[in-house]
């Protein structure tokens, strides 16, 4: 695994979302409320819109351009149903955030792949 740090930990905050750029793909961290920080690719499954401009309440990220709606938690899509977003290993180390974009398949993002 190739780890990269995105950002230091204290820019952070449960119930937020954070845009970054690894390795040249854009991504998001999303921090739910209760859970742990989780990164995700930006793009939505539907028509690769960047997520980064997404609403997230700390539990609900909505897509800005078709409304698409993903669970915080494990990306999942709640509408419609049967899509996730593709989500990347984040790990905290020394007060980084630190993500592997190099081993996830991108285009994997139907769950019943």
């Known amino acids: 695994m190739a780890f990269t740090d995105v950002c230091k930990k204290s ?6 979302r954070v845009p ?16 742990e920080p989780r990164a995700y690719d930006a793009a939505c499954p539907h028509e690769k819109v960047s997520l980064a401009r997404g609403d997230f309440n700390g539990r609900i990220l909505h897509c800005p351009a078709h409304g698409w709606v993903f669970n915080g938690r494990d990306g999942t899509s709640l509408q419609p149903c049967g899509w996730a977003l593709t989500e990347y290993p984040l790990r905290i180390t020394g007060g980084m955030v630190q993500v592997d974009v ?12």
């Open 20 to 35: 970054c750029m690894v390795d040249g793909r854009e991504i998001i961290i999303l921090w739910p409320d209760g859970g």
């Open 102 to 113: 190099a081993q996830v398949d991108v285009a994997a993002a139907r769950p019943d792949n």
């Open 11 to 16: 820019l952070l905050f449960e119930g937020e």
